[in-house]
């Protein structure tokens, strides 16, 4: 169980264009998804948390309207990157929860992440 | 926010030798995870401890939960060539119940 899909894996996109990721719950509905990011041969950094139907929740320092989030079903939440530029360069990974399920379900299983390349 | 120490930071092995490493913080966690990850792909969930003190195997790998709450470690025994990857320690305590994550231990294994 705990099966978290992730599109797409790779994408390059130009400085200033917006890109959005999408992170799919597979087998179960996740009242909540993490998005994280991990830059070249660092640990993953939660950014934001996304409950369905809602608002956002973003980490300190991760400006909401660059990183837009929409959580609009139970199955699905997508991250947007606006007006990209070579900074926002990293690999992003999503994972997916719901209390109440067994722990296996409480976003400790993340989608196989996408690498965005700004040039 | 809370913090997880992890170390070594890098380990270089021969293979089939065993594998130590391990994590602290300074506050509690109730949870303590250990994930592995290979290069382009996500963390993949090795071992998952709830109870202070838990010993919990899977295959050759061991992880214990300390009594504190506030330490852990992860061994590998035998390790393979399959074992190279970067090892990450992982608690609940990000925002609205999200991850904290470790450093990571990177690990070599030489043939």
């Known amino acids: 169980g705990a099966v978290v899909s992730q599109h797409p894996s790779r994408v390059i996109c130009k400085s200033g264009t917006s890109v959005k990721i999408e992170c799919r719950s597979l087998?179960?509905?996740?009242?909540?998804m993490f998005w994280y990011r991990q830059f070249p041969k660092q640990s993953l950094m939660l950014m934001a948390t996304?409950?369905?139907?809602?608002?956002?929740?973003?980490e300190q320092g991760v400006e909401k309207d660059k990183f837009l989030i929409n959580h609009a079903s139970l199955t699905l939440s997508t991250l947007t990157v606006t007006s990209a530029h070579p900074e926002d360069s990293s690999f992003y990974i999503c994972?997916?929860?719901?209390?109440?399920?067994?722990?296996?379900?409480?976003?400790?299983?993340f989608g196989s992440g996408t690498r965005l390349t700004v040039v | 926010g809370q913090q997880l120490n992890q170390s070594p930071q890098s380990m270089f092995i021969q293979e089939g030798e065993d594998v130590s490493m391990n994590c602290t913080s300074s506050?509690?966690?109730?949870?303590w995870l250990w994930y592995k990850q290979e290069p382009g792909e996500g963390p993949v969930l090795l071992i998952a401890?709830?109870?202070?003190?838990e010993l919990t195997s899977n295959g050759r790998l061991t992880a214990q939960f300390g009594i504190t709450r506030k330490d852990s470690f992860l061994n590998i025994s035998a390790s393979i060539p399959s074992d190279v990857g970067i090892y990450f320690c992982?608690?609940?305590?990000?925002?609205?119940?999200?991850?904290?994550f470790g450093k990571g231990t990177h690990l070599i294994i030489q043939p």
């Open positions: 994972s997916a929860s719901t209390p109440g399920l067994p722990p296996e379900y409480y976003g400790y299983t």
């Open positions: 087998d179960f509905q996740a009242t909540t």
């Open positions: 996304s409950n369905e139907g809602s608002k956002a929740t973003y």
């Open positions: 506050s509690i966690f109730n949870t």
């Open positions: 401890l709830y109870k202070a003190g």
């Open positions: 992982a608690g609940p305590g990000g925002g609205a119940d999200g991850l904290t």
